[in-house]
């Protein structure tokens, strides 16, 4: 959720809210963890690769594991500033339909980024289960 204070005086305020939802539908959802190494803010659509060190446990991916991504984060209304070291409970989607909008990629990473030397990003997630769905906001301020 985002808030934006557009007026603000003595006597009135006025804030507009704005609530968006990336999962769009069909979706399916795996429970497990999550732990940074560096404080982090999780929010929804970050892709996850497995941490194979701990059972039911995700990490961020980063540029160089594109290909081992297994789902995005969702964590609801808000975002989750998340400490080093501390483990987050959170739901992975790994399959159905995601807004490309919504989706919050590591640094230089695009779904048109080459991964290995045949695929785009988006042919990843795809693979993956999720049906990646470029869509057009109508109802922003």
Known sequence: MKAEQTVSTRNQSTVQYTESCIF????RYEEGTISVAAETVIKDGMPVVRNVSKPGAFSLATSSNLVDVVGVTKV?????TLAAST???IAVCIKGDVDANGLVLPATVTL???VGTTKFFRDVLNNVGLNIIDT???TSF
């Not at 769009?24 to 979706?27: E, L, P, R, S, V």
């Not at 609801?76 to 989750?80: K, S, T, W």
């Open 24 to 27: 769009m539908g069909n979706n």
């Open 76 to 80: 609801g209304l808000f975002d989750v």
């Open 87 to 89: 483990d987050l409970n």
């Open 112 to 114: 048109n980024t080459v």
């Open 136 to 138: 057009t906001e109508q």
